[in-house]
């Protein structure tokens, strides 16, 4: 050990070597007191690194020069990519190379590292923590879950069984009911004939007497009464019913009793895969040339009163739907209303989206958050300042994406957020010009299969389609065939295709696009001002038609 370096002693500049050191030059790996130091650093030749001495980074451990073994490589050979000793340089391969110096190397590769390593530590790892948490409490809510299903199909069994129970004693009731009215005919024939009888038994005893008699007066006066009887009393007939069982369809008992899809297990890719086609395609599923209208609900929302805005699909033949007033609402296809809920604050919900896990997010512009609805309970999960909420879709990666204006109207955005956490903004082109027009007016938005981000810009009269880094792809500004009046973009979802679907609310019609934003066709089906829309599991499309209030299924693949 070096003698000035030792407990007992205190520590020495390393140039004039006679004052306590004080600070550290990381570049030349040198300790230095005061007055050292601003004779080093005077030295312009170089990019000196004064520090002080505590805040010195540790010594670096110079590699030895794999050609020269009594060097050690303290100088960076530009142009290989390599460290090298002063003897390579001079005399060696890398003579006449550009050179640096390994510690500027060292300094930039320690800051690639920390930026790994912050990465790894406050983004990455704790995004794979969240998933493990995430399947470990799905995995606990599995039992709860599939009792619950248990308990549904006994439930539905139940019913069956008292309406079969109430069916077998209606058909037992009418049949005791015919058994009486059968015997009672009976018991009528019988008394009859018992009456006839009785009247023949006493004019065979008057013949009798008469006849033993032998008085000519009773004789004389006798009637013959025998023509009368010869008349039998009629007879009464009665068909036995007989019971006709239907043979039992098993198929429709099936279907009677209720649906219960296949379980779907997809493996989805992280957010940094570029396309989950390249693992998996969809199947093709070409377009109907002639689309075709399969259901229609009526929302109970009215044209003048609570227009209806916004439809988001929580199964195949369940969809949630809101409109101008406090309450949103899931419907069947037969228009029954299953659950309503208001919100929060009493305000009018800008827009609703339905999560992987079959909550209900909606937006409340007017407070200034952004709402979560799980078993029937609102929780606020998020809360701007100096921003207000608008639109919402839920990503294949269960994040969700918000449309929002700023309080004084003069800026746009799409902010990505995991849970309550932002994520990525996304306001401004390569240009640094807005993506977006600045006002507080419709931008309903959808992801793509291909995780494009797609927003139906009503104000600028376009769909802007930007990549899930937020670069612009493209802008499309409608067909000019047969439009009768601007293309106007309200509602927009996407399908497993990477479609792009969007109403054009003045033209009465959808747009159907390619994901590169090529027109296709226009789905019609006597849709009236298209508003808000979604697709389902299985590609149909779910129209919530403004002034009507009525949402309707159409089949268009």
Known sequence: MHPRRSAQEVLLCDLCETVPLQSHCELCNIN??????????????????????????????????????????????????????????????????????????????????QRDLEELETRIYP???????????????????????????DQQGEILHQEITAIVNQRKSAIAEMKTKHLDALNKNTKEITQKMAELKQIMSDLKSILKSNDVSLTSAYKSRNSQFRTLPPKVRVTLPSFSPQKINKDQLNEMFGSLPPLSINTEHGDTMKSAEAVSSPPVKPLLDEPRLTATIDTGYSRFL?????????????????GTNDTMKLLNLQSKLLTSIQTKSGNTPEDIAVTRDGDLVYTDYWNNTVN????????????????????????????????????????????????????????????????????????????????????????????????????????????????????????????????????????????ILDQDGQFLRYIHCDVVYPFGLCVDIRDNLFVAELYTAKVKKIQYL
Request: glycine share 6%; hydrophobic share 25%; charged share 25%.
């Open 127 to 153: 995004r794979y923590e969240e998933m493990g948490s995430n399947v470990e409490t799905e995995k606990t809510e599995l039992e709860t879950k599939y009792g619950k299903l248990t308990t549904e199909a």
């Open 372 to 511: 979560l609805i799980k078993n029937k309970q609102i929780q606020t999960v998020i809360t701007l300042q100096g921003w207000r909420p608008g639109y919402v879709c839920c990503t294949a990666g269960n994040d969700l994406l918000v449309t929002m204006i700023s309080d004084d109207e003069t800026q746009s955005k799409v902010v990505r957020y995991s849970g309550s956490t932002e994520k990525q903004s996304i306001q401004f082109d390569d240009q640094g010009r807005p993506l977006y027009s600045s006002d507080n007016n419709t931008k309903y938005l959808s992801e793509n299969k291909n995780l494009d981000i797609c927003v139906a810009d009503f104000t600028a009269r376009a769909v802007v389609v930007v990549n899930q880094s937020g670069k612009l792809r493209f802008r499309y500004t409608g067909h000019p065939s047969n439009t009768e009046q601007s293309f106007h973009p309200y509602g927009i979802t996407t399908d497993s295709q990477s479609h792009i679907l969007t109403a054009d609310y003045h033209n009465h019609r959808i747009h």
């Open 32 to 113: 230095l007191c005061v007055n050292c130091a601003g004779k080093h650093v005077s030295d312009s030749s170089k990019r000196h690194k004064v520090v002080p001495f505590l805040h010195r980074k540790s010594t670096p451990n110079y590699p030895k020069c794999p050609d020269h073994a009594d060097k050690h490589c303290e100088i960076y050979c530009e142009k290989c990519g390599v460290p090298v000793c002063s003897t390579c340089v001079t005399s060696g391969k890398h003579k006449g190379h550009d050179i640096s110096d390994i510690l500027e190397k060292l300094g930039s590769k320690t800051e690639s590292l």
């Open 306 to 322: 609570d227009s209806l805005y916004s439809v988001s699909c929580l199964s195949e033949d369940q969809v949630w739907t809101c």
